[in-house]
């Protein structure tokens, strides 16, 4: 076969390739000498309760587990990755202040406080306050929460929750700012801990506009493909979360609170690993 010949086909190999799967090639050519950690997960758990030694031995036989920094120690986080099998992520809340993280409280200014019409947010549900994630000092202060929380212990990744907050804000506006803070926030964390895997806890419009090209996961909590099916919204936004998916090689992590069978056999059709979660925890009681 001639050389023209050859360089055809691989012409036509490429097109075909670029025509059907484009947003596979592109999540492909970003992995390249970069691959997702999170690639072969096919189990995880979320804990954020004290360990005891008999869960650390169900943890060992998982792919991934989440857990809190403050009830774990780093001789337990060393135990659980000695194996080589597990990998173990820290949380870290990223909008909410609460009352019982004295090491945020410590850091903070009153700057750092997120406020609409000069007074701040209170959320009474989670008995917290937000955070101004637009706030230069508060990226500090999260560098720092996670250089000591997550770094310090020997995690190897963070996991980024409450970032729902600053997308559910009544004024588009601020939700923008937030957006763009978070956008910001972002590039200082991994400019700062390039090394360091990252999953976001949902966030979608933040996933699809920027963060799918930081992130290694994206948590849907709370997902149930029975009750979205139906609706022209959720089809969408599931469409968005592939297409972002897939062109930035991340994985798609699910918690449901529906033991059906549909939710499921959706996630597992489309490569989502796949976590159901009884709904009256908040993953202080440990389920094997």
């Not at 004024?171 to 895997?197: H, M, P, W």
């Amino acid at each position: 076969m001639s050389k023209n010949i050859t360089a055809f086909l691989l012409f036509m190999v490429i097109m075909v390739l670029l025509f059907f799967n484009l947003d596979g090639l592109i999540g492909f050519f970003r992995r390249i000498g970069n691959p997702n950690p999170l690639k072969d997960v096919k189990t995880y758990k979320v804990y954020y309760d004290h360990l005891t030694p008999e869960i650390i031995e169900e943890i060992k036989k998982l792919d991934l587990v989440i857990l809190e920094p403050a009830a774990v120690t780093s001789r337990e986080i060393r135990e659980i990755r000695e194996q080589g099998k597990t990998l173990v992520y820290g949380y870290i809340s990223v909008i909410d202040i609460e009352p019982y993280d004295s090491l945020k409280l410590n850091l903070i200014k009153e700057e750092d406080y997120l406020k609409i019409n000069g007074e701040k947010v209170y959320v009474s549900d989670h008995d917290c306050y937000l955070a101004d994630i637009t706030s230069s000092h508060y990226h500090d202060v999260l560098l720092k929460l996670i250089q000591k929380k997550i770094i310090g212990l020997g995690f190897d990744g963070v996991f980024l929750d409450t970032l729902d907050r600053m997308e559910y804000l009544k004024d588009e506006k601020q939700v923008e700012r937030c957006i763009q803070g978070y956008r910001e926030f972002l590039a200082k964390l991994k400019t700062n801990f390039s090394d360091l895997s990252v999953i976001q806890n949902r966030a979608f419009n933040s996933f699809s506009q920027f963060s799918g090209k930081y992130v290694d996961g994206i948590l849907y909590e709370d997902f149930s493909y029975n009750k979205m099916k139906d609706s022209e919204y959720y089809q969408k936004l599931l469409a968005s979360i592939l297409k972002t998916s897939k062109r930035n090689g991340c994985r798609v992590l699910v918690i449901s609170f529906d033991q059906d069978g549909e939710t499921e056999k959706f996630c597992r059709k489309n490569g989502w690993i796949y976590l159901y979660h009884p709904e009256d925890s908040v993953y202080n009681t440990w389920y094997n």
